[in-house]
């Protein structure tokens, strides 16, 4: 079974300045997805950004970015300039590539302070 | 575009009422999953669809019922509340096709049972 890791329960970050979110996961397979999803106060569920494993090239959206180090199966989420809008609990992902095997397994969060 | 409409958003129950949590998308998703967020423990799966007809059961299936009658709807059934079931829930669904593997989630359901 997939295991997705999220190291720091809390993290905090001056406004406009960068912070990187840890993820390790734990898989035999070698084609998969991974994700981050962010969870605002409102409770919505935001996907952040995806990646896919076959891919080396590292995933960006805007501001948003990830470190994808398929050998050592870890999968970082950097935010570049952050904004008082990025507070919110962010969760890792993982999702099998294989049919019949949908599920997302996810981290148990991160939850981003946003520093005026 | 509604996405995925999950409803009610709050609900307080007895111990021991039943009670159905509602979801329904327009994506024409095939798959179609429900999860519990509890502190500390991020998303658990509860049940989840990969079509109309099929249901399975995910990694905490106790307590809860699902059917899959039409691709768009997937409701959660608790068929006698108990305590440990006071959670947050989420419905989500995502397309089995490889290209668009993200899922997409509903609003959530803060449940209390008393």
């Known amino acids: 079974a997939q295991t997705v890791t999220q190291s720091q329960p809390e993290m905090s970050v001056q406004e406009a300045e960068t912070v990187t979110l840890s993820c390790t996961y734990d898989?035999?397979?070698?084609?998969?997805?991974l994700f981050w999803y962010k969870q605002p106060p409102s409770r919505q569920m935001i996907l952040v950004i995806r990646?896919?494993?076959?891919?080396?090239q590292n995933a960006t959206e805007n501001r948003f970015s990830v470190n994808f180090q398929k050998a050592a199966k870890s999968f970082s989420l950097k935010i570049s300039d952050s904004q008082l809008g990025d507070a919110a609990m962010y969760f890792c992902?993982?999702?099998?590539?294989?049919?019949?095997?949908?599920?997302?397994?996810f981290g148990t969060g991160t939850r981003l302070t946003i520093i005026p | 575009n509604a996405g995925v409409t999950q409803t009610p958003k709050f609900q307080v129950l007895k111990t021991g009422q039943s009670m159905t949590l509602q979801c329904a998308q327009d994506?024409?998703?095939?798959?179609m999953s429900w999860y519990r967020q509890d502190p500390g423990m991020g998303l658990r799966l509860i049940h989840y669809?990969?079509?109309?007809?099929?249901?399975d059961q995910g990694e905490v299936p106790n307590g809860y019922n699902v059917s899959r009658s039409t691709t768009e709807d997937f409701p959660l059934r608790l068929l006698s509340a108990a305590p440990s079931q006071t959670s947050v829930y989420f419905c989500?669904?995502?397309?089995?096709?490889?290209?668009?593997?993200?899922?997409?989630f509903g609003q959530g359901t803060r449940l209390t049972v008393v």
């Open positions: 989500a669904s995502s397309s089995l096709r490889k290209r668009e593997p993200e899922a997409f």
């Open positions: 898989t035999s397979e070698s084609d998969y997805y």
């Open positions: 990646q896919e494993a076959y891919k080396q």
């Open positions: 992902a993982y999702r099998s590539s294989n049919f019949g095997n949908e599920k997302l397994t």
């Open positions: 994506m024409n998703h095939e798959y």
């Open positions: 669809s990969v079509g109309a007809g099929i249901t």
